[in-house]
């Protein structure tokens, strides 16, 4: 099977850095690069740009969009009119699309990050308003998205394709969606229930849910947040498991949909 594995970069600021994204550039397939409102800025985002285009065609280059958030890294709810955040999303994935056209490279992705993402993947009527913003700046552009029936319908009606993106760690409900990081053991840091969690995907297509059940989950791609200690061993690990049983990494716009 071919499957993406992607992991958000260029989530520092200014002088301050977190993650280790030239190694992780050397493992995934697609780069979700921060936009300067939950992290990032501008010579973040033109470095980490250049540095996946050093791979060439084997990485895909995306915009990773969140609430104006910097001090709570866009993780905390806010409350902020629906069409404010469809522009708050357009400035984002134009800052990005410009900075990789200045680089030779297309934008091809885009993802919701923390508290927007939750708050689209669980409200239909906000993923339709999120990803209409989204159709309107480039009809082309393929949305990654962990599990969510809101953002999936909402990208029909718009015509846009959404991939699954599988979260090896965090914790989902029932419903595939993303428990609060807030509950025990949301964040898996265990390396080897990553790993177990990755198995069980490529061998069934399913994920044990937080309650224990096992839930049917289609997915492109794997991301692993690159915030989180031990990213890049852990990055490795998946990588090789999945090349074990057979699988590609494949980024998500060259795989057949």
């Known amino acids: 099977m071919d499957i993406d594995l992607n992991a958000d970069l260029g989530e520092g600021f200014g002088p301050w850095r977190m993650g280790d994204d030239e190694a992780l550039l050397k493992i995934i397939s697609s780069a ?5 409102f939950h992290a990032g800025d501008p010579v973040i985002m033109d470095r980490t740009v250049k540095l996946a285009a ?16 910097l001090l709570g890294f866009g993780r905390r709810p806010m409350q902020v009119d629906t069409k404010e955040l469809a522009s708050y999303v357009v400035y984002q994935l134009g800052a990005l699309a410009g900075i990789a056209q200045a680089n030779g490279r297309r934008m091809t ?14 409200d239909a009527a906000l993923a339709m308003v999120l990803v209409e913003a989204v159709a309107r700046f480039d009809a082309g552009l393929i949305i990654s998205s962990s599990a969510s029936q809101a953002i999936e319908r909402a990208g029909d009606h718009h015509g846009l394709r959404v991939a699954g993106s599988f979260l090896a760690d965090r914790a989902c409900d029932d419903e595939g969606l993303l428990v609060p990081r807030g509950m025990p053991d949301a964040v898996i840091h265990d390396s080897a229930a990553v790993l177990a969690r990755v198995t069980q995907l490529l061998d069934d297509g399913t994920v044990t849910a937080y309650s224990g059940r096992r839930i049917p989950m289609r997915a492109s791609s794997i991301l692993l947040h690159g915030d989180t200690p031990g990213a890049v061993a852990l990055a490795t690990a998946v ?18 949909p």
């Open 54 to 69: 050093t791979r060439g065609i084997d990485i895909d280059i995306g915009a990773h969009v969140g609430f104006p958030d």
């Open 32 to 36: 979700n690069i921060a936009c300067g």
């Open 239 to 256: 990588r090789e498991r999945i090349e074990a049983v057979g699988g590609r990494i494949v980024p998500i716009s060259r795989q057949v």
């Open 109 to 122: 992705h885009m993802s919701f990050h923390g508290a927007l993402g939750n708050m689209a993947a669980a």
